[in-house]
């Protein structure tokens, strides 16, 4: 058996818990491949408590980076020295069990992998050989072709896709494009095999080597009808060490140059492809050229596209509950070699890099290759590499940290809308993440964003004694740090102390029964608050601190959430009336409910419902989930940052018979029209004759699309006026749909134009007709302003 001393490459600062690491000795098993001997590199670096990922392993001698599915012993013989090339840290980084991973549950969505790169990257190669040498799994592929003649297709036919359970080629079109209609069939194709009885473990998308992949990204996490049977599980570039260097020399500056970028920013795992093709300097240029446009991604290299097939499922990318846990743990924990980050103090610097001193260990490895035990723990600046591209200056991460605070939480949506529609002159935002303290919740506030395809999503609950923090990291190319930081900054408040140690529960020689301040801690009572109109809550919470405390405390809402998981499915979880009273404790903790009300009274909506018998002046805004009165809370919290006394504001639905709408959905190319709905614009002086009574519906008409709507069932909406004619003025209108899943908004200049078609063509798959789908209503909220007023201040950049 051979046995190898390990080196590392001079790029890399090991932490302070790798001393020793270098220049000690391995012995390499006979039946190892390099994979293996780098896994137990890992390996022993964690047994002494450091993180580390190898990208790559030199052998100095050679001159280069070994094939990791080749023998060790073909490569390393004894005396040689194996030179690391990768990410350091001082945690350990989770291993990939080699425990083979159990079949998915039939109800739960399947996973789909993007596979993107550029032209002659290797895609095709490496789905090719995850195909033939596994049989454990089914997939299915989706294959994007771009021009008349589909020759990847070819290739698949005469190789192993075959083996795919289902392969689906769309030709004559590029994924980046748009949301293309004959992406959406293909899911849909696969949907309709797998309910004919043909399981399957994981789709895998194949773009051209010119798609973008946030496009894809964003169908499938705002897609309804996809979403509820497939789950994005995360996006792998590849790489063609050869040839990347030249790729991204070629064309600086343009946009085709972003979209090459923007494949390795936007990627969850990078595959080092060709590796036997260059030499060892050229690895370490290409490795540093890619950490300089993500230093995150784990790079997994690869000859000839042989991969293990574990590397290419299961990112978990997008598992909240993963994203919880990590974020978490290190807090971005410095990787061994520098990114050149703008990293401040503790309090909000990134901590990539570290300042290493290494000590020689008297061992002879080559150029470029040091054995030593570096010190340091990944300070925050790092030292950077430098680079020719302009790319590693615009190219970029940082991170704010504030300890003992915590964000409201519609304050929070509010600034994630801010933040997936940054101007473009604050730079280009790729990826973010965080896991924040959220006032009033038990749970950590898990947030991730994909380009403008954003998320959150409870984590895992607060510890008892765990400090509540807010961590978040962006990274983009030319962001501006100043103006992120003036947005967010002001969300952060101090965390609430209690005003008063919760009560312990009585001994059992404690003869009397529980107070009524126990019961209160204890969650009981809530079942029965939870059916009291909030105000009267938060009456009940000013009769002594402890209850109080119980009821503003972040387990409150948990209770009341529990209280609420007893009620009938169809019933409201949350309530506002015309009168203004609301019934929202069983959503929100009490502090986003303040918050709620002084927006709502600030941007002085009126409520124009439908009025009935039971409710005289309209009936109650209705909430039948969290994300609904997100919604709401977000569009009064925008509102009240516009000052316009001329603007009247109304929140209006438009209504269906549940029977229309399903006539309507299922006959294909029919048409549809809501119900009324009508507003009265009071006279500004008081002279209720000269008052406006405008009437207003929706129409949904079916659209002939040509080859580019992909075949797609598509209706465009309208806007009917009724008896617009006879109004005493002149108005501007602005429609803006008030829903979690979507945002369509809707400029009308002059509101006597009887029907205002509008740029929206809906497909059958869109969540506006999803939505409608589930419950037969459109709410909006309308904006209105006469003409002699002046022009109407759009609510956001897409408005004007």
């Known amino acids: 058996m051979s046995q190898v001393t390990i080196a590392f ?3 890399l600062q090991l932490p302070a818990s790798g001393r020793g690491m270098a220049g000690a000795s391995l012995t390499i098993e006979p039946s190892w491949t390099v994979r293996q001997l780098a896994a137990a590199i890992e390996r022993l670096a964690a047994s002494k408590n450091m993180g580390l990922r190898v990208c790559a392993l030199i052998n100095p001698a050679r001159g280069c980076a070994v094939p990791p599915h080749e023998q060790a012993t073909s490569y390393f013989k004894a005396g040689d020295t194996a030179c690391v090339l990768g990410d350091v840290r001082e945690e350990k980084w989770s291993v990939v069990s080699d425990v083979p991973t159990r079949s998915r549950d039939s109800k739960t969505p399947v996973p789909v992998t993007i596979f993107t790169g550029f032209l002659g990257a290797g895609k095709t190669t490496v789905l090719n050989h995850l195909l033939k040498h596994q049989r454990d799994k089914k997939f299915a592929v989706i294959e994007n072709e771009f021009g008349a003649v589909p020759i990847d297709n070819e290739l698949l036919q005469n190789s192993a896709l075959d083996l795919a359970e289902q392969v689906v080629v769309m030709e004559n079109g590029c994924m980046c494009c748009t949301v293309r209609g004959d992406l959406l069939g293909a899911f849909d194709s696969i949907r309709q095999q797998m309910e004919k009885g043909s399981p399957l473990d994981a789709v895998l998308v ?18 309804p ?8 599980d995360g996006t792998i570039t590849l790489v063609d060490t050869k040839s990347i260097l030249n790729r991204l020399s070629e064309c600086e500056g343009d946009k085709e140059d972003q979209e090459r970028h923007r494949q390795i920013a936007f990627a969850d795992k990078i595959l080092l492809n060709k590796l036997d093709l260059v030499d060892q300097d050229q690895v370490v240029e290409v490795y540093q050229r890619i950490r300089s446009y993500n230093a995150t991604a784990p790079i997994v290299p690869s000859v000839k596209g042989i991969v293990p097939p574990a590397e290419l499922t299961n990112l978990g990318a997008f598992d909240m509950e993963k994203i919880a846990i990590e974020e978490s743990g290190h807090g971005h924990g ?19 890099g570290g300042h290493g001193q290494g000590h020689d260990a008297g061992h002879e490895c080559g150029e470029g290759c040091e054995e030593h035990g570096g010190h340091g723990a990944g300070h925050g600046g790092g030292h950077g590499h430098s680079h020719d591209s302009k790319h590693d200056n615009d190219i970029g991460s940082f991170s704010i940290v504030r300890k003992g605070a915590e964000v409201d939480f519609l304050a929070f949506a509010r600034w994630i809308r801010i933040i997936a529609t940054l101007p473009e002159e604050q730079g280009k935002l790729y990826r973010s993440k965080g896991v924040l303290a959220a006032a009033g919740r038990s749970a950590k506030l898990v947030f991730h964003a994909v380009a403008d395809v954003t998320e959150t999503s409870d984590g895992p609950d607060w510890g008892e004694h765990e400090q509540r923090v807010c961590k978040i990291v962006f990274i983009g190319k030319k962001l501006d740090r100043k103006k992120i930081e003036e947005r967010f900054l002001p969300l952060l408040q101090p965390v609430v102390e209690t005003l008063r140690p919760a009560l312990r529960a009585p001994s059992p020689s404690f003869t009397h029964g529980p107070t009524f301040a126990q019961l209160c801690q204890r969650g009981v009572m809530h079942h029965a608050f939870l059916f009291l109109w909030t105000k009267d809550v938060v009456r009940v919470a000013q009769t002594c601190p402890a209850v109080h405390d119980s009821i503003f405390s972040p387990d409150s809402l948990a209770h009341f959430s529990e209280a609420c998981s007893a009620m009938s499915v169809d019933a409201a979880r949350g309530l506002q009336t015309v009168e203004g009273n609301l019934w929202l404790h069983g959503l929100l903790p009490m502090a986003s409910i303040k918050k709620y009300s002084l927006a709502w009274r600030a941007a002085k909506v009126k409520l124009a419902t439908k009025c009935t018998g039971e409710y005289m002046w309209g009936e109650p805004l209705r909430f039948d989930n969290l994300g609904d009165v997100e919604a709401a809370g977000v569009m009064w919290l925008e509102l009240q940052e516009i000052t316009d006394a001329e603007t009247a504001n109304f929140v209006i639905e438009f209504a269906w018979r549940p029977e229309t709408m399903k006539s309507f959905f299922e006959v294909a190319g029919s048409a549809t029209n809501s119900s009324l709905v009508k507003i009265t614009v009071e006279d500004p002086n008081g002279d209720s004759e000269l008052d406006d009574d405008l009437r207003f519906r929706v129409n949904l008409n079916p659209e002939v699309q040509g080859e580019e709507g992909g075949g797609m069932n598509m209706h465009r909406l309208s806007l009917q006026l009724v008896g617009g004619k006879t109004s005493s003025h002149i108005y501007q209108i602005f429609f803006h749909t008030v829903d979690p ?8 200049p002059d509101h006597r134009t009887p029907i205002f078609p509008t740029k929206e063509v809906f497909h059958q798959w869109h969540p506006l007709m999803a939505g409608l789908k589930q419950r037969p209503r459109l709410r909006f909220l309308l904006r209105l302003k006469s003409m002699e007023s002046g022009p109407l201040d759009a609510m956001c950049g897409c408005c004007g």
């Open 334 to 352: 410095g990787h061994g070699h520098g990114h050149g980050h703008d990293c401040g103090d503790e309090s909000d610097g990134h901590g990539h």
């Open 741 to 748: 899943t979507y945002q369509v908004h809707i400029n009308v």
């Open 225 to 232: 009808d996809i979403a509820k049977h497939f789950r994005l």
């Open 206 to 223: 194949e773009t051209t080597g010119m798609a973008d992949p946030v496009p894809i990204v964003r169908t499938l996490r705002t897609t």
């Open 9 to 11: 490459h001079t790029s």
